[in-house]
């Protein structure tokens, strides 16, 4: 049992302070949010995660894990400070880090025993050493610290397994025995480890990332000549899978990647690289071919419809994944802007984002269901591939459009089934069957 304090209790603070609880530590997960805190007291969690809030009830339950906003509470028995907090895309695509300078300068002026400070936020590669000089220049008298980068690699709608299971934990710290000692709070994830200079792991986690969405933005543009030549890209994809050198996952051709991750984490990778004097061409590419593959829904509406100007469009999903609330760069809020600004009106219907959907999308008419979104539409955008969309009663549906458009942004149907029950329809990259142009 260990003393873990963990900064920032959003999808990765939370997260990491319950799973290190359920693994036996004691856990004061701080934020500077009072509401957040004051309702995570109550049982209520700010965000949507499968399996994520009986697991937070259990460990409370069990007094492991507690919440606060006051730094020297947090700190006073912590062993460990695991810093999760937000690095939003700033200026120019450079990543702003002033909560995690806030939050290292808040460690220091409260910290009162040697500590191993964690980042487990993103951070442009240096910002380790950055970290501990902050801390080393605001304390008020000298109190040792260690700074170990321990960057997160789980994905939202799946984090507690990610968590629980990963593929492997990254550790950089020139300091091996605080690296040690973080590896042991890991060792019962028995996952490899691998210790590495604090700079080296802060760069694996960009490159993981931009790696990621670069097989995405790879399997988009081979979307688009399939569409062109008459190709299937799921079928495309499916064979390129089956080599264990390239792999099946991350080859979903769709509307690009979104959320608050892959967007930022690529443009601040290609800063850094820029600000180096770098030219990274093919993180460049890879932006600009998910900008692009967004606008193609809508294009794809425009041309069924001839017109968006009064035509009444429905949104299936607004989550930029399934399996979360999370509405950061959802591809569902871009579509909608466009989709207004060429005069149409929208609906959508969302299983678990309508609350912060509703902020994020004004003007937007928010359904019970996915029917009340069809009823009256001129055509439908699956933009979130939930699996509730997967089994709906599509006759159904049909019947009640004005026109029976679907454009499926995720390829959750089966192109000949959608066209034999009526529909006018469009995949991603579906060739023949998906568009009819062959
Ligand atoms: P988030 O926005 O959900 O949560 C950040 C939290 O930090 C907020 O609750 C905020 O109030 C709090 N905070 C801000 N400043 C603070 C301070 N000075 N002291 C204490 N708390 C403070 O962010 P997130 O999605 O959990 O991401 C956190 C970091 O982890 C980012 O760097 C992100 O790139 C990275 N990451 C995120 C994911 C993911 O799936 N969301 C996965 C891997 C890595
Ligand atoms: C991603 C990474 O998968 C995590 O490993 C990482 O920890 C995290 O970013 C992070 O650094 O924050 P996440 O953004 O939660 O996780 O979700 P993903 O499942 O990776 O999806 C990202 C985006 O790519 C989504 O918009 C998704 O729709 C899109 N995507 C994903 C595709 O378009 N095609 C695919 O084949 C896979």
């Known amino acids: 049992m260990k003393n873990i304090c963990v900064i920032g209790v959003g999808y990765v603070g939370l997260v990491t302070g319950t799973c290190f609880a359920d693994l036996g530590n004691r856990v004061m997960a701080l934020d ?4 957040r805190i004051a309702n995570l007291k109550q049982g209520l969690l700010p965000i949507y995660e499968p399996g994520l809030e009986e697991m937070v009830k259990r460990n409370v339950a069990a007094g492991r894990l507690s919440f606060t906003t006051h730094y020297a509470e947090a700190l006073a028995e912590a062993e460990f400070a695991f810093i999760a907090v937000g690095t939003p ?5 450079e990543a702003d880090l002033q909560y995690v300078r806030a939050a290292a300068e808040s460690i220091a002026a409260h910290m009162t025993a040697p500590l191993i400070i964690v980042n487990k936020s993103t951070v442009p590669v240096g910002t380790g050493d950055w970290v501990a000089d902050i801390v080393r220049a605001k304390q008020a008298a000298p109190i040792a610290f260690s700074v170990v980068s321990c960057p997160e690699f789980l994905r939202e709608g799946s984090a507690l397994a990610d968590f629980m299971n990963p593929a492997r934990t990254v550790l950089g710290s020139l300091d091996r025995d605080a690296a ?5 709070l890991h060792l019962p994830l028995r996952a490899p480890i691998q210790v590495v200079d604090l700079r080296t792991a802060e760069m694996i986690k960009y490159a993981s990332n931009a790696f ?3 097989k995405i933005s790879f399997i988009n543009e081979i979307a688009n000549v399939c569409e062109a030549l008459g190709a299937d890209v799921k079928e495309v994809a499916t064979g390129m899978g089956f080599d264990p050198r390239i792999g099946r996952q ?3 051709a769709g509307l690009g990647y979104g959320g608050s991750c892959f967007p930022k984490d690529v443009k601040a990778l290609a800063h850094m690289a820029n600000v180096q004097g770098r030219h990274p061409q093919l993180l460049q590419a890879v932006m600009d071919i998910n900008r692009d593959q967004r ?6 509406v425009r041309d069924l419809l001839g017109d968006l100007d009064q035509k009444t469009i429905g949104l299936l999903g607004l989550a930029f994944k399934p399996n979360t609330d999370d509405m950061r760069d959802a591809p569902a809020i871009e579509i909608a802007r466009e989709l207004q600004a060429g005069g149409a009106l929208v609906k959508g219907y969302d299983p678990v984002a309508m609350s912060v959907a509703g902020r994020h999308m004004p003007g937007v008419k928010l359904c019970e269901d996915a029917y009340e979104v069809a009823a009256g539409a001129d055509a439908l955008i699956v933009v979130t591939e939930w699996n509730e ?4 009663d599509l006759e159904r549906l049909r019947q009640s459009m004005r026109r029976p458009i679907v454009v499926d942004g995720r390829n959750i149907y089966h192109p000949a089934q959608m066209q034999r029950l009526g529909f006018q329809y469009r995949g991603v990259g579906r060739g023949y069957n998906g568009n009819g142009q062959h």
């Open 389 to 392: 969309f997967k089994q709906l």
């Open 32 to 35: 500077i949010n009072e509401e």
């Open 180 to 184: 040690n000692r973080v590896a042991d």
């Open 295 to 300: 606008r193609l829904v809508t294009r794809k």
């Open 212 to 214: 990621l969405a670069t």
């Open 89 to 93: 895309e700033g200026v120019d695509g």
């Open 250 to 252: 991350f080859l979903d």
